[in-house]
């Protein structure tokens, strides 16, 4: 039997989706043919999007969202009910990091801040929780979707520095995992949980400690390079295979698993 990578006509809401994988992402579901909700901070984050979409015929909409609050995700849940009737795909690209929840290279983890250590934690991991249980119970009484969360390299290796980061990633991996099961469990098959662990990508938060300013790497960035095979870092695009790949029913069987996406970062030892 042929495999199905067929999207077209489904509903997907991306947490997160005025960021620049985020926003990537939607743009190439888009361009499949899935229907796109782009929930972000503010509505002009949200809109940057959307707009960018519908440029290429595509059809979407912008919410600005809390994913801190349940009570924000219902409403614009609600919304999106009404307008498509259903929702096929969650990808919870939403999170983020802070200075006092990462250890500088003059510092130990002594000088780490419990109020940001918190806030990183609250944002990655219950950020990617309450839209799960929000969607996900469309889901359950669809007895169809998909849920797609990000993980991190800082999961299974440690990346120095990031520890408020890592930790609340390492939760996400749990949860994805214990989601899965629930959802199969008791719901049936039709409803899968997985997630992607992205490599190193440069992005705005992250370019000034991978580059220096003539496009060379930082000595952080050599390191990385040194210990991804591919000898490069990634590109957004190169995400979006893995994620339609996983939100297809050409993946029906696949739920509770996180898929690497790094130029062979977590499977190089080194030597």
């Known amino acids: 039997m042929k495999p199905n990578f067929e999207l077209n006509e489904k509903v997907a809401v991306i947490t997160g989706g005025g960021g620049a994988l985020g926003g990537c992402v939607a743009k190439s579901l888009s361009k499949s043919g899935v229907k796109i909700a782009i929930l972000d901070l503010t509505q002009e984050a949200a809109n940057s999007t959307v707009e960018e979409i519908q440029k290429e015929g595509g059809n979407a909409i912008g919410f600005a969202a809390n994913v801190l609050s349940k009570e924000s995700i219902e409403n614009i849940a609600d919304e999106i009910i009404k307008l498509w009737g259903r929702v096929d795909i ?91 099961v629930e959802m199969a469990l008791k719901f049936g098959p039709g409803v899968r949980v997985n997630a992607i662990a992205p490599g190193f990508f440069v992005g705005n938060q992250n370019r000034k400690l991978l580059l220096n300013e003539d496009g060379s790497y930082t000595d952080r960035g050599e ?26 029913d050409a993946a029906q069987f696949i739920t509770g698993v996180v898929l690497p996406i790094d130029g062979g970062f977590s499977a190089f030892s080194g030597v």
């Not at 669809?142 to 609340?168: E, L, P």
């Open 90 to 180: 969650l990808l919870n690209a939403a999170g983020g990091n802070m200075p006092g929840a990462t250890i500088a290279v003059d510092q130990t983890i002594f000088d780490l801040s419990m109020d940001d250590f918190k806030k990183v934690t609250e944002l990655n991991l219950n950020g990617s929780v309450i839209p799960s249980l929000v969607f996900g119970k469309i889901m359950a009484d669809q007895k169809s979707g998909s849920i797609v969360n990000y993980s991190s390299m800082s999961v299974d290796r440690v990346i120095t520095r990031v520890v408020g980061y890592s930790a609340s990633k390492a939760g996400i991996e749990n949860f994805t995992r214990w989601m899965a």
């Open 223 to 248: 390191t990385i390079i040194r210990n991804t095979p591919m000898k490069r870092f990634g590109e957004a695009e190169e995400l979006n295979g893995a994620i339609h790949f996983l939100c297809s």
